[in-house]
């Protein structure tokens, strides 16, 4: 299939993606994240000091993440970005989103359980009340040759140096005190760093020499109504993107987080499970990306149930969230609001717990829904604009 592949189109693999993805509205979004980083760290110190009161701080912070994702919309939408930036900065913006809401609920959580006669500043939280304040079981086992940390509690952990830890650290849910390694494995990185450069370099022949010259080969059968030729460019579609995909995933999941681990001295590198051996899609969902349904329970599901909505409820909830999320994720760099990523999540609800046979149309089913928004998407303007950057 490779063979035929390159006599039929040549050789379409170019180094990097033919434009310069980071224009500068798109650095200065960068830079900008900083600002919204340092005003969440600001407030959580007004509020410690008892110089705002609590609904004051939660309205602040709401203000302060809200306008975080307004931002790039508005930005993206208006000078019209380069998509592919465009999908890094709105990325990043979304996982900034994301930890900052953690942050500032932490820190909410471990401020009122400490409210008594004593002052703020006078109520240290030790790490094990803290994570039983916050339902986080028993904190993970640490390594043998990791020297006993430093224990830092509340309001000691408010400062830059905390706050940009969190930030470069492979996880979405705040703490006082993570889990840390005793060294960085010089070795161990260098072959993490040059097995992503090699596969980031697959990964973008396999767009550009495959993904991009299937997607375009749909739009002939399409047009001319040829169903059976409608058919067979699906599957070529439907196959490339699986294994682009599980490239992504590889080169995302295994390989970035585990350097950012590495660097910053994270130990906590549960980052996936095995979700291939899923029997159900709540299962697959669980496993697939820990830190996002880390993050879900501790911030969304259990919170809703503790409000006294029941299970189904809480659950519809945060698929309600992720959903609206991968609208944005979607839509925002490709600066077209479509309904197929949000609808694609939603669709999920009533079949958490279906069995294998049903996982299998499921995903069949996701896979075709994802390539018809291709090449739907492909008579638009800016996926024309993507397409072109991929084959250049």
Not at 172 to 184: K, S
Not at 250 to 274: G, K, M, P, Q, W
Not at 353 to 370: E, H, K, P, V
Request: with cysteine.
């Amino acid at each position: 299939m490779t063979l035929e592949n390159i006599i039929e189109n040549g050789i379409l693999m170019s180094f990097g993606i033919g434009v310069n993805p980071f224009e500068m509205p798109l650095l200065y979004l960068l830079l900008a994240l900083n600002l919204f980083i340092l005003v969440a760290l600001v407030i959580e110190k007004l509020a410690s000091k008892d110089y705002i009161g609590c609904d004051v701080e939660k309205r602040l912070a709401n203000i302060n993440l809200v306008i975080l994702l307004i931002v790039p919309v508005v930005v993206i939408y208006t000078l019209k970005l380069n998509p592919v930036g465009s999908f890094v900065v709105v990325g990043l913006y979304t996982i900034t989103f994301l930890k900052l809401w953690s942050y500032a609920d932490v820190n909410r959580a471990l401020r009122v359980d400490g409210a008594g006669d004593a002052p703020v500043q006078d109520r240290p939280l030790t790490r094990r009340r803290s994570r039983r304040l916050l339902g986080l079981g028993p904190e993970p086992l640490k390594s043998p040759a990791a020297p006993e940390p430093t224990i830092q509690a509340y309001p000691d952990n408010l400062n830059l140096r905390d706050m940009y830890f969190f930030m470069l650290s492979p996880t979405l849910c705040y703490d006082i005190n993570f889990p840390r390694t005793d060294r960085v494995r010089k070795t161990y990185l260098l072959r993490l760093v040059v097995e992503l450069i090699i596969l980031i370099q697959v990964w973008l022949f396999m767009l550009q020499q495959w993904t991009a010259p299937a997607v375009v080969a749909t739009a002939e059968p399409l047009m001319d109504y040829n169903i059976i030729g409608t058919v067979e460019s699906f599957l070529s579609v439907a196959l490339a993107n699986h294994l682009s995909w599980l490239l992504f995933f590889y080169i995302y999941f295994h390989l970035l987080l585990n350097i950012f681990a590495e660097v910053t001295c994270f130990a906590d590198r549960n980052f996936y499970s095995d979700w291939w051996n899923s029997s159900n899609i709540e299962e697959f969902w669980r496993k697939w990306n820990i830190p996002v349904h880390k993050w879900c329970v501790r911030h969304v599901y259990k919170p809703v149930r503790g409000l006294g909505y029941s299970k189904f409820q809480a659950v519809l909830t945060v698929y309600l969230l992720s959903a609206i999320f991968h609208e944005y994720l979607a839509s925002v760099p490709l600066k077209l609001l479509t309904h197929w990523s949000f609808g694609g999540m939603m669709a999920q609800v009533l079949h958490q717990q279906s069995i294998n046979i049903a996982m299998l149309f499921f995903f069949m089913g996701y896979s075709f829904i994802f390539i018809l928004r291709n090449c739907v998407l492909f008579y638009e303007l800016p996926f024309v604009h993507v397409i072109c950057i991929l084959v250049r």
